[in-house]
Nanobody, 118 residues
Framework: QVQLVESGGGSVQPGGSLRLSCAAS????????MGWYRQAPGAQRELVAS???????NYADSVKGRFAISRDDSKNTVHLQMNSLKREDTAVYYC????????????WGQGTQVTVSS
């Protein structure tokens, strides 16, 4: 079983920055994708950014140039540096791990609130 624990959410003014972190524990295969999704009130959950073990990165168009994802495979952690935050970035952010071992499994963190408001 895999557990994901997020940290780093909070409130910030427009233009500010936050850094989210997610630590994965448990049985994790060597091939996986770690990333961040978000869900605003009344909206569907959407991909923010993801990164494979091979280093391939994918960003939502809305965050390109403002957010940066990174991972440390020695610690099974993934981070999301969020700069130039906008009100529309307000959402619950979820850490996600897509694990491609003998079976394919998808794991979620509990979510962390990010609020951008003046």
């Amino acid at each position: 079983q895999v557990q994901l624990v997020e940290s780093g959410g909070g409130s910030v003014q427009p233009g500010g920055s936050l850094r989210l972190s997610c630590a994965a524990s448990g049985s994790i295969s060597k091939i996986n994708i770690m990333g961040w999704y978000r869900q605003a009130p009344g909206a569907q959950r959407e991909l923010v950014a993801s990164m494979t073990t091979g280093g391939s990165i994918n960003y939502a168009d809305s965050v390109k140039g403002r957010f940066a994802i990174s991972r440390d495979d020695s610690k099974n952690t993934v981070h999301l540096q969020m700069n130039s935050l906008k009100r529309e970035d307000t959402a619950v952010y979820y850490c996600n791990l897509g694990d491609y071992g003998k079976t394919v499994n998808n794991y979620w963190g509990q979510g962390t609130q990010v609020t951008v408001s003046s």
